[in-house]
């Protein structure tokens, strides 16, 4: 079983900075897919970041913006938010899967970004 905790949410104004941390506990952490997804109000659930054997994928809407990264010593996960926009706003899930799925979820962080 793996358990995930998210911070560092809140609000900022559009083209600052904010980096969004994912405590991990349990299975070997160093071994497991991690990943950052988002939702909007009204929209449905879409990825952003994940990182994996040494490889990092993104969304096209994050591209250039966002950088992910790990810590498995501290088996924490980051995501580096950079010139962020009104439409960047949503709960941002933190996610964790032993193979090619996500089956471990955190609770959320909310990000809102004012224009």
């Known amino acids: 079983q793996v358990q995930l905790v998210e911070s560092g949410g809140g609000l900022v104004q559009a083209g600052s900075s904010l980096r969004l941390s994912c405590a991990g506990s349990?299975?070997?952490?160093?071994?497991?897919?991690m990943g950052w997804f988002r939702q909007a109000p009204g929209k449905e659930r879409e990825f952003v970041a994940s990182t994996w054997r040494g490889y990092r994928t993104y969304a096209d809407s994050v591209k250039g913006r966002f950088t992910i990264s790990r810590d498995n010593t501290e088996k924490m996960v980051y995501l580096h938010m950079n010139s962020l926009k009104p439409e960047d706003t949503a709960v941002y899930y933190c996610?964790?899967?032993?193979?090619?799925?996500?089956?471990?979820w955190g609770q959320g962080t909310q990000v809102t970004v004012s224009s």
């Open positions: 996610a964790a899967g032993e193979t090619g799925t996500f089956d471990y």
């Open positions: 349990g299975r070997t952490f160093s071994a497991l897919r």
